[in-house]
């Protein structure tokens, strides 16, 4: 569904206030509990957040990306752990389901997805290798089923998820070239099991796990695509994906430049605010400038997206952007906020708890060091032509 100028700043404003007065609200607990209550389900279900891009035929809002992204910034200016679990909601959930599921799996899952009645997560991380070509887990084909082993690690929503996208090697001779196969498993199948990780630094709540799979039997339909198909299936539902995390460090960002303002105009010192200082004055100039880069490229990743094309190079420009403007903007916030920004409460914002959540960002779709990698193979290639 394509919404009108108005309708989109409309859901913008409306999305920005639930955030605030809704949810918000709920992180001190889940702080402590690292789980999320029934109320989140509830407030999310009842302004369709878990369905933003779920197509309309399934029940969800079929936003594109380019309208998608100003909705989702607001989302990220709250809690990390609620964030995270809603980029997944409308990114990689329903959209390798949808794109490589097998009718039967499709009609089954995409239903419920938009409503989070079912959800799905993504297993691709493990242990004992790097991520990607070099996994570890197998899956066998015996009689007419296949039959997965592996373990996995820092596996997110793993208390809520029921199903799960798992790539494993089904030809070592081949890997790269077609060696992978991208699964669905159903999380209650036997011989899978969750073995919850200890509490993170930040996105409390988001649900972190080792996964052990022994043994896992799953049907022919359950296949992804075609076998041989995983590594690109995942590669590709990362693509989009890394952008959402650009969009992640954006909503931060822009949040600890709005709360450093805001604490540089009360802050007195010698005399006059802080605001009032050159040297204060040059920091949020900085922190602006960042912020205002970081949002053009998203919004015109997205809208490439949207015409078709691939943004593989631009999404990874986009997750390394996001990563340094994070960094730097709140680095400056904390700096600004002088010593009380290192506390728990300040009457301004949770600044301690955001710097924390902003941390996932460097690994989540992957480190610095495989987006350069990404980035850089196209640019090479083309020349250093970015179009
Ligand atoms: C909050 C959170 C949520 C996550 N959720 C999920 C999830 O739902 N599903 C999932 O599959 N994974 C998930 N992950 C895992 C995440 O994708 C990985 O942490 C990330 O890809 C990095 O892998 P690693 O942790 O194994 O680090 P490593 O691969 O051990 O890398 C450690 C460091 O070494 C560098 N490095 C690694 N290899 C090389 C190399 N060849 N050359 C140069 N430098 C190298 C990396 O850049 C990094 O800085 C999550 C992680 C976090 C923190």
């Known amino acids: 569904m394509k919404l009108s100028d ?24 889940i702080e402590q509990t690292n789980v999320f209550p029934e109320e989140f389900f509830d407030i999310c279900r009842k302004n369709g957040f878990f369905g933003l891009t779920v197509p309309e035929e399934y029940g969800g809002k079929g936003l594109n990306v380019e309208q998608f992204f100003p909705v989702l910034e607001q989302i990220c200016r709250g809690p990390g752990g609620m964030r995270m679990n809603l980029h997944h909601a409308n990114g990689l959930d329903w959209r390798i389901m949808y794109e490589h599921g097998s009718k039967k799996l499709r009609d089954k ?6 409503n989070a009645d079912l959800y799905i997560n993504f297993a691709l991380t493990e242990p004992d290798c790097g991520s990607g070509a070099d996994i570890r887990s197998t899956a066998v084909k015996k009689g007419g089923k296949w039959v997965i082993n592996g373990e996995k690690t820092l596996i997110s929503h793993t208390d809520i998820a029921n199903g799960t996208y798992v790539i494993a090697v089904t030809d070592e001779n081949k890997r790269k070239k077609g060696g992978l196969t991208a699964f669905f498993v159903e999380t209650d199948l036997p011989g899978f099991n969750v073995e919850p990780m200890p509490h993170m630094m930040g996105c409390r709540g988001a649900g972190h796990a080792y996964l052990h799979l022994k043994d896992v ?3 022919e339909d359950h296949v992804l695509g075609n ?25 931060l960002s822009q949040r600890f430049l709005e709360l450093a303002i805001a604490r540089a105009k009360d802050r007195v010192t010698f005399g006059k605010p802080l605001v009032k200082r050159q040297a204060i004055q040059q ?60 506390f728990e409460d300040n009457p301004y914002g949770p600044v301690e708890r955001m710097y924390r959540d902003a941390r996932a960002l ?10 350069r990698l990404t980035a850089a193979r196209p640019l090479i290639e083309n020349g250093g032509n970015i179009e």
């Open 6 to 29: 108005e309708e989109l700043n409309k859901l913008i404003t409306h999305t920005r206030k639930v955030v605030e007065e809704e949810l918000e609200p709920l992180q001190p607990e």
């Open 227 to 251: 076998v041989g198909d995983g590594l690109d299936i995942f590669m590709d539902a990362l693509a989009l994906s890394r952008a959402s995390i650009g969009v992640s460090c954006l909503g």
């Open 217 to 219: 039997e799953v049907d």
């Open 283 to 342: 920091m949020i100039a900085d922190m602006g400038t960042q912020v205002y880069a970081l949002r053009s490229i998203l919004w015109d990743t997205a809208r490439q997206f949207d015409r078709g094309e691939n943004i593989e190079m631009k999404s990874s420009m986009c997750k390394l952007h996001g990563i340094d403007t994070v960094r730097t903007v709140s680095d400056s916030c904390l700096e600004i906020f002088g010593g009380i920004g290192y």
């Open 109 to 114: 899952w995409m239903p419920k997805l938009a």
């Open 362 to 371: 460097w690994f989540e779709e992957g480190p610095r060091t495989v987006q």
